[in-house]
């Protein structure tokens, strides 16, 4: 009789556990579904009503990779900046060791183990950027997050020990789908996420923390040999021996510097041998160093702190007109915001998740006409994948902005009322801006205002969606908000001007 009391107890316990632990798993680490399938030719034509997916689809499957490549340039009418691209990742390195802090350069140790760096920093020939990282701040969700524009659930924590094939539209299918070849060094991690995709690979495990020495040489010891061939068009090469370092004695570790001056004499050697000599340049290279996460004075990460999410986005070869060392460095971007600059630089659709907004330098040097379209695609982009959570919403419902001859005045509305609404109509605001630019064929009457307009209306749709999808949509699904991804304070930049209080849906 006892025993079968302690038995029903021990059951309702089991129980009680199991509910409480689903409610808080569900509750706390939302899990938002991810569209399915990937970016195709259809990304580069607006359809509202959808269903062309499917026929789009089969026609990009059935078609070889050149033809898929020359289909998509057709198509956004733009020539892809560059035809080769390294993605330098520095694991851990705070973005703060190389760009500085509020306008203040980086320490003085840093800074001169950085020389290379730092001067293509001061003479304009590298862009930085502070790239915040969304927590979970380990490395297999940030790296998603780089290749896809997408911020995954908080689930990722759990799964980065145990990686499985990223299967969400991402950078590197997309790449694949054109043809290209690619090549990986370093953290395997790549190689868990994307099995079979690398044509070469050497790949180190993150396993050996003590390890801060051989961890990078068995990437750099390819270099050499790898820069000098041309059967590629991605090399990726991903450094774990600063993380490491970190995490053996943290920020100001005395390994710390010299641990930096080898990352400056990698970053020397590539920029040497392709960038800086486009004779001997296979194809035009970018080369973007990248962190995926920073880390706290203790080497740590894992959290939402400012240390941990200070990650680092540097573009070299990128061709703009910043000459001094404060225009170079002192943007904020977000780590997302790497995958649409890449796919529209490299010429293939924005992954179908991302909710990342393009780099405005990155595009500098194209036309206007041609800044404006890498604008609308992207907005176009993010609209879709708005309408997937919002199935009712349809921009083409409201009563357009007609009047485009009547000067910009009348063709801008001011935005207010539900989401819904205010999307749609900071959305209008770009697209007949935008049209009635386009409209203007002589370009004496094309004045700079009326493309400021323009870029502005588009920006200030793609960051009102951006905020709005990572704040809104997280929020009205499951009643919580996510608080740390988006923190209250970049909230109040669009409160302050055409953001009102979201309305719940
Ligand atoms: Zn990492």
Redesign the pocket.
Known sequence: MKLSIIITVIISAVILQIIGLSLFIFGFFPVKPALSGVSGPESFYYDDGGGSDSVANHTRASMPPHLLKSLYQELSGIHPSFERLILMVI??LPAEFVLGKDGQPPREDFREAMPYTQALLSNGMATGYHAKAAPPT??MP?LKAMVSGAIGGFLDVAFNFHTQAMLDDNLLGQFFRIGWKMVMLGDETWLKLFPGLFTRHDGVS?FYVKDTVQVDQNVSRHLENELNRDDWNLLILHY?GL?HVGHIGGRNSILMAPKLKEMDEVVKMIHLSTIQTRDNDQGKTLLVVVS??GMTENGN?GGSSYEETDSLALFVGLKNDLSDYAASSCDSIYQVDIAPTLALLFGVPIPKNNVGVLISEAFDLLTDDKQLRVLELNSWQLLRLIQAQLPGLSCRNLPSHDGFTDGLASTTVECSGSMEKMLCCLYMNAINLHSSWKSKSLSRSKSRDDYSCTVAAYHQFLKTAKTCWLTCFWDCGNGHIISNIIRPHDLHEYRGSTWREPTPL
């Open positions: 694991d851990g380990v490395t940030r993150s774990l993380d995926d996460h990460h």
